[in-house]
């Protein structure tokens, strides 16, 4: 299976600090979170990985190079200064991800949980990853009936940011910018998304706050 890290936002969140380190290399207790992310992922099995690069990409491409370091393949996806949110990144990324199911792992998230999730049976779109509800948020994602991710006006769960997919989700889709929320519900209302809780660590990272909090932990 390949992943791909979705790196190219330019974390408008975690500003001020931003402003001159991009998310995915934010440190936690010394380590950026895309150093992380990587030595999951090889421990899990990947052999390769696609880093899609936008605000300050340059910096990441340099810190982690062809992925030798980390026994890894790493493949960019660059997209300079038009940077296409979560679901146009993963469609410009599709010729590099192959056929087959792929992760996918939002760069600024701090987790443990094991990879990769299931892989989507045939007639799904994709398999997601929730998470309890955490305080910061007024109300979840998602909620999980026998295993199906549904929507719920009182939704108990968070979209973690890690998912499988499979290619099939992105057709029909155009070349350009567009978030991948909108189709998540849809495919959801539609009953075409697997999922699993993982009630382990895990953090967004999106706040300095957030962040200096778990760096004092």
């Known amino acids: 299976m390949i992943a791909m890290i979705l790196a190219a936002g330019r974390g408008e969140r975690l500003r001020p600090i931003t402003e001159t380190t991009p998310k995915a290399l934010v440190e936690v207790h010394g380590r950026s979170l895309v150093d992380r992310h990587l030595d999951s992922l090889k421990a899990a ?25 980390y026994g890894l393949q790493v493949i960019y996806s660059p997209e300079g200064d038009n940077i296409l949110e979560t679901g146009g990144g993963i469609l410009r990324a599709l010729p590099l991800l192959g056929d087959a199911p792929f992760l996918v792992v939002n760069a600024d998230i701090l987790t ?17 990853v929730l998470v309890p509800r955490p ?15 549904r929507e719920s006006r009182h939704a108990a769960y968070t979209f973690s940011g890690v998912a499988v997919y499979r290619a099939e989700f992105f057709a029909g889709r155009e070349p350009g910018r567009f978030p991948l929320a909108p ?35």
């Open 45 to 69: 099995g990947i052999e390769t990985v696609v880093i899609n690069l936008g605000w300050l990409g340059d910096q990441v491409a340099e810190r982690v190079g062809s992925g030798h370091a």
């Open 112 to 128: 443990d949980m094991p990879l990769p999730p299931a892989a989507p049976a045939a007639s799904d779109l994709g398999h997601l």
């Open 135 to 149: 305080a910061h948020k007024r109300q979840g994602d998602f909620d999980l009936q026998d295993g199906r991710v």
């Open 183 to 217: 189709m998540l519900k849809s495919a959801a209302r539609e009953g075409r998304l697997a999922g699993s809780l993982y009630e382990g660590l895990w953090e967004d990272v999106g706040t300095p706050e957030r962040l200096a909090a778990l760096n004092q932990s």
